[in-house]
């Protein structure tokens, strides 16, 4: 595989910007070896600066969930440009995209548009704070809610001692305000709650793990979280901002049933565009600025172009049978990559929830946050160059969860899972 052009330009960016790039993850630090620089998108596919193509399983980290510049959010995104591009007024996409969305999702009764899911998410907490008039909020182990100083935190030597910040430049003042949880532990989240109940303004969750591998909620998890965050006075926070629209329609409140105060999203209502949200409650969206007191503003939130972009992608996924279809495809991959991994002798198993999944190194089925950590990463590490060699793209960590589009089709599955059974012989 010719790999000229994208070293050149990662020379190249090394020299102008931290790591070479624009968000850690890209720089394949964990995997090793250097990124391709991607020149263009079509479908399940990626070609690269060299002219390689991979079938793409990261979608542009989850936005792109109908696959590659999909010819309807392209003519949407194209026609609403030639309008101009940003006014800093109110306009109509934007009330079109809170009528979907609150639509979409019922537990949204407002929203407020916002630029990225790290600003739905900080956003929220100040909401949540805000409402109750309590400082602390509570996280999980192995949830990222984008970088926002409140969430840079990992936990004390106890859930109860105080957080500890995991960047330099959070305060520590900041981060003894985080509380940290085992996702998937009901005991603790219990004990927690008894402990100090009465000070938490919000516990935050993504209700499917997606940045520790794909980790779904153990059977009732979700609904225990609810119970004592209703119990205690504090506000449930579901951070959709992956499993929103994708692993179903409704985002895992609807699959799992459950009921959220407040939500977020980015990713898929972007359409590809940066865009993020949060919503929830009308008395508790209406505490937001201009019609209540909590600060929460954007130069750019709502932008006419992301949101076409957004809506026409939202507009795609309702079409009936989308997200069976779409889970049906993520079960064909996953079932084919574990068969492959059994005719090599490789201990290896899967996670999927509609249209993410887990690829795990261990030969025991993974939901916790210890056991996603236990796994073997250096022979995911192996597995996916040398899924990359074979054309195919993997999300370049052992702890970030893979993403099916509309667009993958039985060829595209077919030959990722022939190249798995080379690349499991391999390492
Ligand atoms: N929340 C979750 C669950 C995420 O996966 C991410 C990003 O991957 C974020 C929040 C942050 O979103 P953004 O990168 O758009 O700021």
């Known amino acids: 595989m010719k790999t000229d052009r994208s070293h050149d330009l990662f020379t190249r960016a090394q020299s102008l910007m931290p790591g070479g790039v624009n968000s850690p993850v890209r720089a394949f630090k964990s995997v090793g070896g250097e990124p391709f620089f991607v020149q263009r998108a079509e479908g399940p596919y990626l070609f690269d600066a060299d002219g390689n193509r991979y079938i793409d399983y990261v979608g542009s980290w989850g936005p792109m969930i109908v696959g590659h510049n999909h010819p309807k959010v392209l003519e949407a995104v194209i026609e609403t440009a030639r309008n101009g591009l940003s006014f800093g007024t109110p306009n109509p996409l934007e009330v079109t995209m809170a009528e979907t969305i609150t639509r979409l999702i019922p537990s949204c009764e407002m929203v407020r548009m916002v630029n990225s899911g790290t600003e739905a998410t900080l956003s929220a907490i100040r909401l949540a704070r805000g409402t109750t008039g309590r400082s602390r909020i509570v996280k999980f182990e192995g949830c990222y809610h984008g970088h926002g100083d409140s969430f840079l935190v990992k936990a004390g030597s106890g859930a109860l001692t105080f957080g500890v910040p995991t960047s330099p430049g959070v305060p520590k003042a900041l981060a003894d305000l985080t509380l940290t949880l085992p996702y998937n532990d009901f005991d603790a989240a219990t004990q927690l709650f008894d402990e100090c109940g009465g000070d938490i303004a919000c516990l935050i969750v993504e209700p499917v793990v997606g940045n520790a591998n794909c980790l779904p909620p153990r059977e009732g998890y979700l609904q225990h979280l609810r119970a004592l965050c209703t119990k205690h006075g504090a506000l449930l926070i579901f951070d959709e901002v992956m499993t929103g629209f994708r692993v179903a329609l409704g985002g895992a409140q609807a699959r799992y049933g459950v009921t959220p105060d407040l939500s977020t999203f980015g990713k898929v209502i972007g359409g590809g565009m940066p865009v993020g949200a949060y919503g929830g409650r009308r008395e508790l969206m209406q505490q937001v600025a201009p019609s209540g007191p909590i600060y929460q503003a954007g130069t750019l939130s709502g932008n006419p172009v992301a949101m076409a972009a957004g809506l026409a992608m939202l507009e795609l996924i309702q079409a009936p049978g989308f997200h069976d279809a779409l889970e ?3 079960n064909a991959l996953c079932d084919g990559l574990e068969a492959a991994a059994r005719e090599a002798g490789v201990a290896f198993t899967t996670q999927r ?4 999944f887990g690829l795990f190194f261990s030969a025991e089925k993974v939901d916790t946050y210890a056991q996603a950590m236990a796994c073997d990463s250096a022979a995911f590490n192996h597995f996916f160059h040398a899924m990359l060699e074979r054309g195919v793209y ?5 702890f970030e969860a893979g993403f099916m589009s509309g667009a ?20």
């Open 394 to 398: 993997l999300a370049p960590s052992a």
């Open 353 to 356: 929830v509609g249209g993410m």
């Open 408 to 427: 993958h089709d039985d060829a595209a599955i077919a030959a990722t899972i022939e190249a798995a059974r080379a690349a499991f012989r391999a390492i």
């Open 328 to 330: 049906a495809k993520t």
